[in-house]
Structures are given as structure tokens and as C-alpha cells.
């Protein structure tokens, strides 16, 4: 047992954790550059290097050694065709669709057909979202139009690409000023090798940064200036909709319900704004993202691919299969959710809901690694627990484009088989599974949970934080508990271990 700084001192100021102080990982790594802070750090340290600030210039250094990464095929495999992109590990699909889906051409999004698509592409308009087809048109617009189409796609991927180092940038920050007395936890995100290799891939680093932005004035008690942030980006991509349903269950449980309702109504009038005149003036564009989602099959990366690969069954109800379990799964969650015994903190619940998605989803692209990655630092700001999950999702990203490379290279057959890419894919499950199970045990056990173990309750849970529960399940115990003559006997009513404000609540560090 180690112990931590409490959440107020000298003078009833709040104290930034440090994660030297309380995360053994982090304490050995800092050796590397001198040891964990001392005491008189912070006196005689240089006030310009924030926390802050350090962290925003090792996330551009991460995402600048990311773009380096994709050298390979910024020089040419993106534009030659086979597997080079894949051996290399370095695809992207932005470059491809500079000019797959009409950005080369001036073709508006979801209002104008993409040239060709009636001979081949199976895509008549863009099948993204339309605040993620919004901010691809702007980077075309950005784009020059003269030269090779080579030289303007990759013109197109680096414009795309500062572009989203401003969403990695403010990533970090949302992230850091969530928790406010733990500015350190976003140093995990500013130093995440899967933010590296797949914030360029595709758009989803815009959806997640939206996200976060709803879920740090959440912290700061804004319920409805939140729900205008996930509405948006909802509007990027569709799955931050489920921390509209971690919110419902967590408000519920603490009967902050007008907290909800401000959430919810600020979501969907944001998502309104973004998505009805399009709906009105270009059904048919608006619809390709729907349909596309509703009617796609199996695909990589996914627990039903192992399911068809392994057993012949081509999985034509997949659809069905995966909202059932993906159900099921946030049914549990609910039961958890309630039956705890302690309410959980809303990073905890956010991270389920979400996990839940990636474990039942049709398909698993690399780059969606981003969507849980501000939620796993929320739920569990554990640098080895993080770790072993980034190991699975760094492995997975080296062998989807290893299985591309098996399959694209002809006759060649260098890359991984079927039977390699479907162990990596189990490795990515059980990845997400670890985490998930770590978090699980921190519900039931709060006593285990990094945040509550100085007493807090939910540092991000902004009007959820400290409130008291209004509708909570309970098991019928096997054998009645103490009652007030066992109490005077001796029987303990004392609150459980870790609770807020309970003297001498044990710490757990594993």
C-alpha cells in the first residue's frame, strides 16, 4: 500500500494528482527522466511547463510520428494498387476517397450522385454522417486543385491530417480538464501508440473529440450545453448516441432526471440542426449511411467473422444477431448499473456501453480503437491496465493490414492467413474484455477504483457527483443483517470500505 495525497489541502486548495504518487508503472517509467516529482516540485519548477502544455507537445509529436509511419505510402502505395499499402501498414482511407467519392470532382455531399457510382462503386452519395461529410468537404475545400490527382489526394490526406491534430490536440485537453484535480490522465492519450498509427486513417478522431467535449461540461454541471456536443457528435458518427444511455442509467439511479432531460433535449436539437435539412432537401444522400449500416455484413475485425470463418455459416441474419447481443450486453449493464454497491462513475458506465458496441459489432476497423480511448482513461487511469489493452489493439492494427496483404497479394501469399488474422481478432476481443472486466470489478469492488480510493465519488460526474441514490436495486440477502440490538452488540453498520468520507478506508493498489 502506498498512500496519496487527499483531494484538499493547504487551505482547502485542491491538489493535482500526480501519477508518479500513485501508479507504480508510472513511477518506475519516470526513472527514465530522474524519478517521480518531489514534494518542492511544483515551488521550483519552471511555470511555463504545465501539465497542460506538455502534454499538448507530446500529442503533436505522437501524431507527427504517426504521419511519419504513413511515409511509405504517401510516396506512392496508395496510388499503385496490390498490397504494398498493407505490407507497409500504412493505408489510409482518405487519399482514396478524395477521389472514390467525388471530393476531386466538386461533387456536394449527399446532394450530387458520385461520378460512376451506377457502374461499380455500390455507393450513389457518401455514406458518412453528415457532420463528418461536412468536414471532409471543408478540407476539399482547402485543397488545391492543380496538379496530378496523386499530388491532390495527397495534398487532401495532409490537409485532413492537421485537421485532426487539432481534434487530437483538443482531445488531450477535454480529457484532462474532465477530472480536475487529475490534469495527468490525458498524458495516456498524448502517448497512445493506437492514437498514433490510426488518427489518420479515417475521420473518427473528429466524432471522439466532439464526444469528449459533451462529456467534460457534463463534469462541469452544463447538462444541456453536453447534450449539445454528443447531439453533434452523433451527427459525426453514431455511436457516441450510447453515452446518452450511460447518462439515462446514472441519472436515474441518482434521480437527476431534469439533468437528463436537459441532456437529452439538447441532443437531439443539435442533431436536428445538423441532419434535417439535409433530410429535407436530399433524402436520398441522407439515407446512404443508414442503409449502408442497416445492410452491411460481416466484415473484419468482428466476432462474427471468426463465427463464419470458423464454421461455414455465411451469418445472413448478422444484423439481428448483433443488436440482440449488443442489447443483452447493455442490459447488463443497466442491472449492474443498479444492483452496485456504490453508484458507478459515468467514465465506468461510458466505457461499458461503448465496449459493448465494439465486442457485438459487425465489423471492427482499426481506427475504432479512438472511441474507447477518452473512456478508458476515464474508467481506469491504470497505466498497466491501459497498456495491456493498447498491446491488443496495437497487434490487431499490424494484422488487419497483414490479412489485407495475405489476400491481396495474388499468387505471393506473404502476410497472415485466415487462421493468424482470426487469433489477432480473439487478442483485440479479450483486449477490450480485460479492460471491461477491470472496470466491472471496480463497481462491485469500489474499493479497487483509482478515483475513489481518496474518497471521492465521481470527479467527472458533474451534477451525478455526490448526489444521493433515488432508485437503487438490491438483492434479498441469504441471512438477515445486523439490526439495531446486534449493532449494540457489537455488529458493524458502518458504510463499506472506500466509501466517501469513511476514516481509515483501506487502498488497494494492483
Given amino acids: ?86 505490407i507497409h501498414a500504412c493505408y489510409s482511407d482518405i487519399p482514396h476517397l478524395y477521389h472514390d467519392r467525388g471530393f476531386a470532382d466538386d461533387v456536394v455531399p449527399y446532394f450530387d450522385s458520385i461520378p460512376g457510382s451506377l457502374s461499380g462503386s455500390g455507393f450513389h452519395y457518401l455514406e458518412y454522417p453528415v457532420l463528418t461529410g461536412l468536414f471532409m468537404e471543408v478540407a476539399s475545400w482547402l485543397t488545391p486543385h492543380g496538379g496530378s490527382m496523386q499530388h491532390r489526394s495527397q495534398v487532401f490526406w495532409v490537409v485532413n491530417s492537421g485537421m485532426l491534430m487539432i481534434c487530437a490536440v483538443a482531445l488531450v485537453v477535454l480529457v484532462s480538464r474532465t477530472s480536475r484535480r487529475r490534469p495527468w490522465d490525458g498524458l495516456f ?4 501508440p493506437a492514437l498514433a498509427l490510426s488518427a489518420t486513417i479515417n475521420w473518427d478522431l473528429f466524432a471522439v473529440a466532439l464526444a469528449a467535449a459533451g462529456l467534460m461540461l457534463w463534469s462541469r454541471s452544463r447538462p444541456l450545453a453536453a447534450g449539445v456536443l454528443i447531439g453533434l457528435a452523433t451527427a459525426a458518427k453514431l455511436y457516441p448516441v450510447l453515452l446518452l444511455l450511460a447518462l439515462f442509467l446514472l441519472c436515474l439511479r441518482a434521480g437527476r432526471m431534469r439533468a437528463y432531460g436537459a441532456a437529452l433535449g439538447g441532443a437531439i436539437g443539435a442533431w436536428l440542426v445538423v441532419n434535417l435539412p439535409v433530410i429535407l432537401l436530399a433524402r436520398s444522400g441522407w439515407d446512404q449511411f443508414y442503409d449502408y449500416s442497416r445492410t452491411r455484413g460481416v466484415d473484419y475485425g468482428s466476432l462474427w467473422l471468426i463465427v463464419m470463418q470458423r464454421t461455414g455459416n455465411p451469418l445472413s441474419g448478422v444484423s439481428a444477431y448483433a443488436a440482440a447481443l449488443l442489447i443483452l450486453l447493455c442490459a447488463g449493464i443497466a442491472a449492474l448499473t443498479f444492483y452496485a454497491p456504490r453508484r458507478p462513475r459515468l467514465g465506468q458506465v461510458a466505457f461499458l456501453v461503448v465496449a459493448a458496441l465494439i465486442v ?145 478506508a483501506p487502498r488497494y493498489d494492483d
Fill in 1 to 86: 500500500m502506498t498512500s496519496v495525497r487527499t483531494p484538499q489541502e493547504a487551505d482547502g486548495q485542491d491538489v493535482p494528482v500526480r501519477p508518479t504518487e500513485e501508479d507504480a508503472l508510472a513511477a518506475a517509467a519516470s526513472e527514465l527522466i530522474g524519478g517521480p516529482a518531489g514534494r518542492h516540485a511544483g515551488a521550483g519548477g519552471h511555470r511555463w511547463w504545465t501539465a497542460l502544455r506538455v502534454m499538448v507537445l507530446v500529442v503533436i509529436g505522437m501524431f507527427a510520428l504517426g504521419m511519419v509511419q504513413k511515409v511509405p505510402c504517401y510516396d506512392g502505395a496508395w496510388f499503385t494498387g496490390g498490397d504494398p499499402q498493407y
Fill in 189 to 192: 492519450i498524448a502517448l497512445s
Fill in 360 to 504: 457485438s459489432n459487425k465489423v471492427y476497423s482499426p481506427q475504432y480503437v479512438l472511441w474507447l480511448l477518452p473512456l478508458a482513461v476515464l474508467a481506469r487511469p491504470r497505466w498497466r491496465d491501459l497498456l495491456i489493452w493498447q498491446g491488443a489493439e496495437v497487434l490487431y492494427f499490424l494484422a488487419i493490414w497483414m490479412q489485407l496483404a495475405y489476400v491481396t497479394g495474388g499468387t505471393k501469399h506473404h502476410g497472415l492467413s485466415a487462421d493468424g488474422y482470426q487469433l489477432a481478432v480473439a487478442i483485440h476481443l479479450l483486449g477490450v474484455l480485460y479492460l471491461s472486466a477491470v472496470v466491472v470489478r471496480d463497481i462491485l469492488l469500489p474499493q479497487y477504483d483509482v478515483l475513489r480510493q481518496d474518497g471521492s465519488d465521481d470527479p467527472a460526474g458533474g451534477v451525478l457527483d455526490g448526489a444521493e441514490d433515488s432508485f437503487v436495486l438490491t438483492f434479498v440477502p441469504a441471512e438477515p443483517g445486523p439490526g439495531p440490538q446486534d449493532a449494540a452488540d457489537g455488529g458493524s453498520v458502518l458504510p463499506p470500505a472506500g466509501a466517501p468520507g469513511v476514516p481509515g
